[in-house]
């Protein structure tokens, strides 16, 4: 999903917007890199100090934003590089930050991310069963595919091959993305049994899935499936019919 350009900040967030690219930037105060803002994590600041990690960013109040990996948090919080970070921006040392924040922060990555499935699956936009999908995608109708982490590389092929030929993809590398989740995470938070490979139906609904989906591959330290809020390669001659 795009975001305006000028996109104002949430108030006294810590954050720059760069001009360049075709969204709003937001600079990670650890590293002091400027990445995406669905790419960056949003750490909100309550009125007295306590730090928790915001994953869809919409808490209000302060905020800052951080784009580095688990092990980095961690290592950020052992050292107290973090807090002085922290400290530096908001001009306080009277912050509260928990131990476990970037065990906090993953749970809430993990949950915004099948927050959103759900939604998408309430919505009829979410594609189950290795049947349909495989249908589905061979006929061009699916403008995302994912799969369980555990899900067998065989069963996956398949399926990629499905959506390159209804992508009119063939020869390419268009595959679908390995969630960072395994078939029991998906199946449970979706209320269906074996849950192993997933698409959705439409741009909409990829790009929607696409932000969560992001920011918990960046604080993983996995590969980054989605390029500019948006799902795979799709060929520009397939994203006409979807």
């Given at each position: ?86 400290a530096?921006?908001?001009k ?18 993990t ?30 109708k699916i ?10 590389d ?28 395994d ?19 439409d ?8 932000i969560?989906l992001?920011r ?11 390029t ?11 994203r006409?019919?979807?």
């Amino acid at each position: 999903m795009r975001n305006p350009r000028n996109e104002p900040l949430a108030d006294h967030d810590i954050a720059e917007v760069s001009g360049a690219g075709d969204g709003p930037e937001r600079r990670c105060v650890l590293s002091g890199r400027n990445a995406a803002r669905d790419e960056l994590l949003r750490l909100a600041v309550s009125p007295d100090g306590h730090v928790l990690p915001d994953a869809n960013a919409k808490a209000p109040g302060r905020g800052a934003w951080i784009g580095v990996t688990r092990a980095e948090l961690e290592g950020a919080l052992a050292n107290g590089k973090l807090k002085g970070a922290l400290a530096r921006a908001f001009k306080t040392g009277a912050l509260e930050i928990p131990a476990d924040l970037a065990e906090r922060a993953q749970q809430a990555l993990t949950r915004a991310l099948l927050d959103r499935l759900g939604l998408e699956m309430r919505a009829g936009k979410l594609i189950l069963g290795s049947d349909r999908i495989a249908n589905d995608a061979r006929m061009g109708k699916i403008a995302a595919l994912y799969h369980a982490a555990d899900a067998s590389d065989d069963g996956s092929r398949k399926l990629d091959q499905a959506f390159r030929v209804g992508s009119d993809a063939e020869g390419t590398g268009l595959a679908g993305i390995r969630l960072p989740l395994d078939r029991a995470a998906l199946s449970v938070a979706l209320g269906r049994d074996n849950v192993v490979h997933l698409a959705l139906a439409d741009r909409q609904s990829a790009e929607r899935v696409a932000i969560p989906l992001r920011r918990l591959q960046t604080f993983l330290g996995g590969p980054v499936a989605v390029t500019g809020g948006e799902p795979a390669l799709i060929p520009e001659q397939a994203r006409d019919r979807l």
